[in-house]
């Protein structure tokens, strides 16, 4: 398996546009999280799925962040307007039905203007 | 408030030396304690889990424990080599599950020859 493929790895853009990041998880992973990770704030949990059914997004930072998983091998976050406080590590991360070890992927590193 | 805190934010040893990562956390109602190790520009990889009714486990050269009662646990290094360069997360979660997760905001491990 080739892990869980986040696109694109690196996203420049300016300050109101829209941006769409994406994640495919690994086959047969039931469960799937976006994070975010910033040098102040460390990791931070957004939101996570659980068979495409959003189960917690307490972590989204405002109405701007919205996330989908329309099929199972498929997800999307997306954020519009972005701004410059939106610069950070997004990464996607699944695992097993009932498991506990989260698999990441390599992240999408977004700079916003 | 659920925190987790580790120390320290960042080491420097000799190649071959041991070294020990310390992790609090004031999380409540625990349910699991989470090593993960991330490499520069990578995203974090799972090193151990323990639950409550463990107090150590084991992974190659690194070994983590865990102190239910007074919240703590570490994660020891044997013989540390230069590819352990990287940052160590500790991650609780609780409500009896595997979220929502707290994070700690890492130690920087550099292994220098």
């Known amino acids: 398996d080739a892990g869980v493929i986040q696109s694109p790895r690196h996203e420049v853009t300016e300050m109101g546009q829209e941006v769409t990041l994406r994640c495919k998880p690994i086959?047969?992973?039931?469960?799937l999280f976006w994070y975010r990770q910033t040098m102040m704030r460390g990791l931070e949990l957004l939101i996570y799925?659980?068979?495409?059914?959003?189960?917690?997004d307490s972590g989204m930072p405002e109405d701007r962040f919205s996330a989908k998983m329309p099929n199972a091998s498929f997800s999307t976050l997306k954020i519009q307007p972005s701004e410059p406080r939106d610069s950070a590590v997004y990464f996607c991360?699944?695992?097993?039905?009932?498991?506990?070890?989260?698999?990441f992927g390599p992240g999408t590193r977004l700079l916003v203007l | 408030k659920n925190q987790v805190e580790q120390s320290p934010q960042s080491l420097i040893i000799l190649e071959g030396k041991n070294c020990t990562l310390q992790?609090?956390?004031?999380?409540?109602?625990?349910?699991?304690l989470r090593w993960y190790k991330q490499d520069t520009g990578r995203g974090p990889v799972s090193l151990t889990i323990?639950?409550?009714?463990?107090n150590t486990k084991s992974n190659g050269r690194y070994t983590a424990t865990l102190d239910a009662d007074t919240k703590q646990s570490s994660l020891h290094i044997t013989a540390s080599q230069l590819s352990d360069s990287a940052s160590y997360i500790c991650?609780?979660?609780?409500?009896?599950?595997?979220?929502?997760?707290?994070f700690g905001k890492g130690t920087r491990l550099s292994v220098i020859a």
């Open positions: 799925f659980n068979n495409n059914v959003p189960i917690d």
């Open positions: 992790c609090n956390y004031t999380v409540s109602p625990f349910s699991n």
């Open positions: 323990m639950t409550f009714s463990e």
């Open positions: 991650v609780v979660s609780y409500n009896s599950g595997n979220t929502p997760l707290v």
């Open positions: 086959s047969g992973h039931d469960y």
């Open positions: 991360a699944t695992s097993e039905q009932g498991g506990e070890t989260q698999y």
